[in-house]
T-cell receptor, first 112, second 109 residues
Framework: NAGVTQTPKFQVLKTGQSMTLQCAQDMNHNSMYWYRQDPGMGLRLIYYSASEGTTDKGEVPNGYNVSRLNKREFSLRLESAAPSQTSVYFC???????????FGQGTRLTVV | GQQVMQIPQYQHVQEGEDFTTYCNSSTTLSNIQWYKQRPGGHPVFLIQLVKSGEVKKQKRLTFQFGEAKKNSSLHITATQTTDVGTYFCAGDSWGKLQFGAGTQVVVTP
């Protein structure tokens, strides 16, 4: 039982490059989330998807796009990476509202 | 929109001492969750509180949800080196799970 799987684990990008962070869960959860974590800022919500086919903005959506490809997969895309997007990105999934969130191992992204 | 604030941001504790971290929301919460993140790791669920005034215990950890469901606290007794990490509270609002900034706990032997 893999839980929540994120790829890649590490990535270095040049300013202006694009990339997609992948997230997949095998727990048949409805809701999926993308967070970024910066020192002293906690976990800030970028986008979330309450169910397959729906996505909504979180606290810090600018510079990102998401796709809920199916119930299992929720990807995060950086169209033109900026140094301010250097961060650790976490994907999480929840079976239903008000139930615990399961997190992936994180993607450590550096934009130079 | 909903904001979840945590204090203190850092907590240095001598092994064996007690400490408390606090979580406050700008809006009434349907529930509150607590997570622990070890250094270099990912957040791991500890507990969920749902009822007004609810108190739950996990060994040396005591969690409390305020009467107005706008604040919560985590109290750790007899701190051990295994308690090192960052503790986050998270509030659920209409399916949007928002986290506080966390309390980073450092334990001195």
């Amino acid at each position: 039982n893999a839980g929540v799987t994120q790829t890649p684990k590490f990535q270095v990008l040049k300013t202006g490059q694009s990339m997609t962070l992948q997230c997949a869960q095998d727990m048949n959860h409805n809701s999926m989330y993308w967070y970024r974590q910066d020192p002293g800022m906690g976990l800030r919500l970028i986008y979330y998807s309450a169910s397959e086919g729906t996505t909504d903005k979180g606290e810090v959506p600018n510079g990102y796009n998401v796709s809920r490809l199916n119930k299992r997969e929720f990807s995060l895309r950086l169209e033109s990476a900026a140094p301010s997007q250097t961060s650790v990105y976490f994907c999480a999934s929840i079976r239903a509202s008000a139930i615990e969130a399961f997190f992936g191992q994180g993607t450590r992204l550096t934009v130079v | 929109g909903q904001q979840v604030m945590q204090i203190p941001q850092y907590q240095h504790v001598q092994e064996g001492e007690d400490f408390t971290t606090y979580c406050n929301s700008s809006t009434t919460l349907s529930n509150i969750q607590w997570y622990k993140q070890r250094p270099g790791g990912h957040p791991v669920f500890l507990i969920q509180l749902v009822k007004s005034g609810e108190v739950k215990k996990q060994k040396r950890l005591t969690f409390q949800f305020g009467e107005a469901k706008k604040n919560s606290s985590l109290h750790i007794t007899a701190t051990q080196t295994t308690d090192v990490g960052t503790y986050f509270c998270a509030g659920d609002s209409w399916g949007k799970l928002q986290f506080g900034a966390g309390t980073q706990v450092v334990v001195t032997p």
